[in-house]
């Protein structure tokens, strides 16, 4: 039996996750968190984990000698920190490194959806602006908006520097109002999306606000209204969202995100008033690799010094 550290991979990983790990580790590769091929004698000997997804309470309990997890993302809803917390388990995850290929994606979401210039492509590829005359007027602009950000962490205020030079006017909806921004700050979900006619929803999965953007509120975001989600598909009622673009609540949506991924209702596939994308705001190569490196870098600086670099705000850090 070797005597290095043996570290859990349940189910897909960026590779290089997994190639970085097995420099300093012994890789212990399941299919998924059942991790019903391994056996007692193996799950007995982990120490680490490394993770992309879901990480629940049953595959803790069955790892007694765990004491970190690696989460792939900014987000780490899959994962059971509770569980994790209650025994001093560190969970760490990769905020930061992705902040700026989010922000990109969510201004080039904006664009498009207002805009439609992925429509106005395929009138050109389809050889219909010869045959037909010019693309349609869109409807909507970006011109003399008022953006309003539900969440305002890190990929909030990436998201909100790029759209300063737009000349739109910004406010924000958060928990506690931050004192180092001069935007509108609003105390509930509702008066932001009164107050403003683009609304973009960067926040994590939390019972909080999970379906806080319901019919309520895109009522609120009223006619002219654009709703831009690139955080999670959980935070949208689906059904209400539908409902409010097929019947003029709101003017149009683009989203990165949806409730049952990778599944996308036919209903939001149908609809001529939105830009879908298939949770693609991090995925390029040079940032998914950085997220890699990232997930590895946290498991190796535990066993080497105690110190995850990026450990969830929820967990304890026991130090070595």
Avoid: C
Avoid at 228 to 234: D, E, F, L, P
Avoid at 257 to 265: I, R
């Amino acid at each position: 039996m070797s005597d290095r550290t043996l570290v859990l991979i349940p189910g897909r990983i960026h590779p290089r996750v997994r190639a970085r790990l097995a420099e300093r580790f012994d890789v212990l590769d399941v299919t998924d968190t059942s991790a019903t091929e391994a056996t007692a004698e193996q799950l007995a000997r982990v120490r680490g984990a490394a993770v992309s997804g879901r990480f629940p309470a049953s595959l803790i309990e069955r790892l007694p000698k765990l004491e970190v997890i690696g989460s792939f993302g900014v987000g780490y809803d899959g994962v059971d920190v509770g569980a994790a917390a209650a025994r001093g388990i560190v969970v760490t995850h990769t905020p930061d490194v992705l902040n700026d290929e989010v922000a990109d994606t969510t201004i080039a979401l904006l664009l498009n959806t207002v805009r439609q210039f992925y429509r106005a492509e395929h009138y050109l590829r389809e050889g219909r602006w010869e045959r037909e005359g010019a693309f349609p007027l869109s409807p909507l602009s970006l011109k003399g908006r008022k953006v309003g950000l539900h969440g305002l962490g890190r990929i909030g205020m990436e998201i909100a520097a790029r759209l300063a030079p737009f000349k739109v006017d910004l406010a924000y909806h958060t928990r506690r109002p931050r004192e180092d921004v001069s935007y509108a700050y609003h105390d509930s979900l509702i008066g932001l999306a009164k107050a403003v006619d683009i609304l973009i929803s960067i926040v994590p999965s939390t019972p909080q606000t999970n379906g806080a953007i319901n019919a309520e509120v895109l009522t609120a975001l009223g006619s002219s209204g654009v709703l831009i989600n690139v955080g999670r598909g959980s935070t949208v009622d689906q059904p209400a969202l539908i409902e409010a673009l097929r019947n003029g609540t709101i003017a149009a949506a683009g989203l990165d995100v949806f409730a049952a991924e990778p599944h996308v209702p036919q209903a939001l596939i149908d609809l001529p008033n939105v830009s879908l994308l298939p949770h693609v705001a991090s995925a390029s190569m040079p940032t998914r690799d950085a997220m890699a490196d990232l997930v590895a870098d946290n498991v190796i600086a535990w066993f080497d010094s105690g110190r995850p670099l990026t450990p969830v705000p929820e967990t304890p850090v026991p130090m070595h």
